[in-house]
């Protein structure tokens, strides 16, 4: 256990969780490369977008922080990184104020991106916030109840990828759902291996993943299914020979299925942290890879 000094920034750099951020700014690195390849790319909007993406992914890691210490979800056989309220580094009333003052912040940062995307932006920003705390908070917390894996391809893929190509070109293309979903699939896998890891601490918890409702089987196979399909969707670039986009993430296959045979050898345990680095690091070749191939299209 790290010993802090309560509410310390030490404390609250923890409960950020900046390895986190890399999921949040990967969608944006990739809808900007899809601008690119469409000769539409503006890098100050697509700043923007990585800021408030930022910010809400800090601001989800305190909620869900908050009030899975509330459930009692973050007991003492957790197997995942420490929290900071259940570790006592921050104290729940500190909490509220920094989920507030991160998410005004972010709304602060969204809106000037109303100069860009117009007025409707306002509404994929307050459905960004709500699900923020919806996915634990709430009579019906959707994470609680198998809803997360579908919610990380939304807020992870079709929002922020869709979000940050349309501020810089003003238009929605069949390639934006495209890259969207690969996205999405590919940030997923980190959802996986963590509710692999922690399936059945999940279950004495009440927390009905889908690997919880399916087992951990299912769960092992629906790791390696997210990255292939992930993988084979970007052949779609094909049908406009841009051959770069369709064939550099073919290589993200490789390790990929490394990591996927790793995660079913050790099975269970905090081993299992070590495929969340590996699964980490494939999901940003797999983006690198396409970004790369979108700008070389």
């Known amino acids: 256990m790290i010993e802090l000094k309560k509410n310390s920034f030490r404390a609250w750099l923890l409960a950020a969780r900046p390895k986190t951020l890399s999921g949040a700014l990967l969608p944006v690195m990739i809808g900007s490369a899809l601008a690119f390849m469409d000769n539409t790319f503006r890098w100050l909007p697509a700043l923007i977008c990585a800021i408030f993406a930022g910010l809400m992914q800090v601001a989800a890691n305190f909620i869900n922080d908050l009030f899975d210490y509330l459930k009692g979800t973050d007991r003492e056989d957790r197997l995942g990184p420490e929290r900071a309220c259940a570790q006592g580094w921050i ?35 307050i459905i960004c916030v709500v699900f923020a705390f919806l996915y634990t908070t709430g009579p019906y917390p959707l994470s609680y109840n198998g809803w ?25 293309t069949p390639e934006v759902a495209v890259t969207s979903l690969v996205c999405g699939l590919v940030v997923d896998t980190l959802l996986v291996v963590n509710n692999y890891r922690d399936r059945d601490a999940d279950k004495r918890s009440g927390k009905r993943t889908v690997i919880v409702r399916f087992g951990d089987t299912f769960g092992s196979y629906l790791y390696l299914l997210l990255g ?37 050898q050790i099975y269970k345990g905090k081993a299992l942290n070590s495929i969340l680095g590996e699964t980490s690091r494939n999901m940003l070749l797999m983006g690198f890879l396409l970004s790369l191939g979108m700008i070389l299209s």
């Open 228 to 264: 292939v399909m992930a993988t084979f969707c970007c052949l779609y670039f094909l049908k406009d020979k841009h051959w770069y986009a369709a064939l550099l993430p073919l290589f993200y296959l490789i390790p990929h299925i490394i990591t996927w045979k790793k995660m079913a």
């Open 91 to 125: 104290s729940v009333k500190a909490m509220k104020i920094g989920i507030l003052i991160t998410v005004l912040a972010a709304c602060l940062v969204g809106c000037s991106l109303l100069f860009y995307g117009g007025w409707e932006l306002i509404i994929v920003g």
């Open 148 to 172: 997360g894996d579908l919610l990380v391809i939304v807020f992870f893929g079709f929002v922020p990828v869709g979000g940050t190509y349309y501020v810089q070109s003003l238009q929605l």
